[in-house]
């Protein structure tokens, strides 16, 4: 009887002894689950680091198109400006033509050369003052582009911005993960070590 109840024991204590190795076995293979993990987060915590990285690049390049869409809204104010000097001149150019033509008309002999001096003077006024509002018109055209250039670089330095935002929310959220890897690989390896010294006991 005591034979049989030892056999028994035996053969319990044999499948405890096989189950637990199973239980060792599958913590191990937990364990490279869990490094595999850790593995994964390392990757995605240097990627979510480049993204920052591609951010802030996006950030200086949105501000360095700001500055030069700024710098054509300076130039072309001074194109205006230019061209409303030209249109002064131009006005004041007819006025020196109106004055010849009177001129012309009172001088009597030379009247008619005068005259027609005086017209093509007159003419010369005219096209430099459509010229001249050509010219401003073309100004107040770059003034319009070089405004939705500064628009359009605002807003690419607004989306930088979201992106970058983002991308430090993923980084903190895969900390976050990997540091609760981190202790599911600690718990597991206790557990490993606890199997073990039973076994061995």
Known sequence: ?????????????????????????????????????????????????????????????????????????????????????????????????????DAAINAGTSADAATDAALDAAAAAQEATTAASSAADAADAATAAALDAVEAANGAKDAANAASDAVAALAASIATAFAAIKAQITALTNIIVKIQKKLKA
Not at 21 to 43: F, L, P, R
């Open 1 to 101: 009887m005591a034979a049989d109840n030892a056999d028994a024991a035996t053969v319990a204590a044999t499948a405890a002894g096989e189950t637990a190795q199973m239980a060792v076995d599958e913590a191990m293979n937990a364990a490279d689950i869990a490094q595999m993990a850790v593995d994964s987060a390392d990757a995605a915590t240097a990627a979510a680091e480049e993204a920052t990285t591609a951010a802030s690049d996006a950030t200086e390049a949105a501000i360095a198109a700001g500055l030069i869409a700024q710098t054509a809204v300076e130039s072309a104010d001074m194109a205006a400006e230019i061209a409303q000097m030209a249109a002064d001149s131009a006005a004041e150019a007819a006025d020196m033509a109106s004055q010849a033509l």
